[in-house]
């Protein structure tokens, strides 16, 4: 894979940072059915056409824009609602450096799946250290929940 930060979480979750144009081609191969992309479309890493080249590939594809400066706890809340959705189905999370993904991946595994902290910290803990914008969204999250 060309991503940056690519890893597999589960045996239907993975994440990563940008997916190029040959990563989309190989999605089939791993039985990928959708793709959730949390990068806003200006990122500027963004590849251009990234929707129709998953959806022709048969795959489904949703963009739930995060911006970098404000995550809210309602974005958290609708990647919760979809990945629920979504239940059943092998799903790759992307953003442009897997930072956003892997926080929301951590946030879904110990709120949603109940994972200990230490099993939920995979990958976020192998990406980065959430910076003060994110500590505070993450202690927000859990906070509300």
């Known amino acids: 894979m060309d991503?940056?930060?690519t890893y597999q979480v589960f045996?239907?979750?993975?994440s990563s940072g940008q997916l190029s144009a040959r990563d989309i081609a190989e999605l089939p191969?791993?039985?990928i059915e959708w793709v959730?992309?949390?990068?806003?479309?200006?990122?500027?890493n963004a590849l251009e056409g990234e929707a129709e080249r998953v959806s022709a590939l048969g795959m489904g594809?949703?963009?739930l824009p995060v911006p970098w400066t404000v995550p809210e706890s309602r974005h958290f809340a609708q990647f919760a609602a979809l990945l629920g959705a979504l239940s059943g189905r092998r799903v790759w999370v992307h953003c442009a450096r897997n930072m956003r993904a892997s926080t929301f991946i951590h946030l879904y595994r110990l709120l949603?799946?109940?994972?200990s902290e230490e099993k939920a910290g995979?990958?976020?803990h192998q990406v980065w250290k959430p910076d003060e914008v994110w500590q505070t969204?993450?202690?927000?999250?859990?906070a509300e929940r």
Do not use: C, H
């Not at 959730?36 to 500027?44: E, M, V």
């Not at 969204?137 to 859990?142: A, G, L, P, Q, Y």
């Open 11 to 14: 045996d239907w979750l993975w």
């Open 36 to 44: 959730i992309n949390l990068a806003p479309p200006t990122s500027s």
């Open 122 to 124: 995979f990958p976020m």
């Open 61 to 63: 594809y949703l963009q």
């Open 3 to 5: 991503a940056e930060n």
């Open 137 to 142: 969204f993450i202690d927000k999250v859990r």
């Open 112 to 115: 949603v799946l109940g994972d």
């Open 29 to 31: 191969l791993l039985g």
